[in-house]
């Protein structure tokens, strides 16, 4: 699409063509961050903490509107994230980085396949949690097979338009308490580990860094050159994940007690509010965006690996897609031996990877999108400081969680 593309709106009215072509890659990033870990995450919060922790949700929007700025610039002038890294730092340590961080992310669709599977399972006569997986896997394959950019923005937009809607029509039966939602916005910080450790997960599961490498080669299918569309695209993207993710901690925080998180408990509340159809719906959410967010985000090492490699990669090419096809299958393989050979549920991997990836993915990207921007804009002080403050954050926040999610891991394995 050309950069003349005209948006005559924020929500343009011309039809679905137009607004998914105005907004489809923003509905893309939201299916990666609103996969079936961010249901178990938010609602594990809310059980847990109540009303507490939905500051971080507005905090995590302008940070991720941040980082999506600093990777919506690199794509204004076709320069890819991993590009920029694989040139500093080397061609052998850019294809040492790109494997390490492709295989941290692929934790995202261990989990969320592993989800998937199990709500397949239930919902089916299936009754087999890893046929449930391969199949679920075999879904996304077949959404990688579809090639073309337009057709899979399309096909991904639909399923993220369901899922919310299919939440927000769960959650209108509830009357939420006005006064404890809005103390749960004031900033507070404690040196509870556990409550850290949400924190941090929850920006992981939020600000997703895999986004920010699709983003930053993005430039060439859609076309883009004026930074203004790719705001537009972030905003509406990320304000409806991050609105939604709220609801979700808010009515947790209402209806569920601290427990250990099921496939179905967050939804099991709302049987008695809105009737007995919530379950299965609840759980037909779960699995769409399950296998969504699992497959979207591997495009970002769909596109990260080759490049490493001195690749220049367009989305959907061979290279693209034998390497998100391999990861599908090693996050298969993964996801059945956790699974069979330690006491992990699909759940807990669900609340555990963002974590994990908050920790690890999320600082090194932030850091290199930051030097990527120096090198290439000369942005005015106070958005430079801006950026860094979001780098500095991301840092404190890996340091001050790492011990915490350590001994959570080890105490479920």
Known sequence: MSSQYEVSSWLPLEGPRKFIKAYGLGLLFSANVFGAGSVYILSNTGAQFGFTLLWTMPLALLVDLGMREMSGR???IDEPLMKYIRETIGTTGGKALSVLIAFI??????????????????????D???????????????????????????AIAVLILTVFTIYI??????????????SGLIPMLTTDLGYLATV????????????FFIQSSMGPEKGWTDMSYYRKDNFVGIAFVVLLSMSVIAVSALTLDPHTPTLTSPAEPLVNAVGPWALPVFVTAVFLASFSSATGTLFGSGFMVPQAWGNDTKFGDKRFRRT????????????????????ITPVELGITMPAVNGLIGLPITALALYMANRKFFDHPLWMRAGFAIIVGLMFVLAAMTAEGLYNQIIGWL
């Open 74 to 76: 690199l794509a204004t």
């Open 200 to 211: 941090v997960g929850l920006f992981g599961t939020t600000v997703y860094y895999p986004n």
């Open 169 to 182: 029509v769960l959650m209108l039966g509830l009357d939420l308490p006005i006064g404890k939602v809005t």
């Open 105 to 126: 992310m692929h934790f995202w669709a261990i989990s969320n396949f592993a989800v998937g599977g199990a709500a397949l399972a239930w919902l089916t006569p299936l």
């Open 324 to 343: 998100v096809e391999v990861l599908v299958v090693m996050s298969v393989a993964f996801a059945i031996l956790l699974l069979e050979y330690t006491a």
């Open 128 to 154: 087999n949690i890893y046929l449930g997986i391969i199949l679920t896997a075999g879904v996304g394959i077949a959404l990688v097979e579809m090639r073309l950019y337009e057709r899979v923005e399309a």
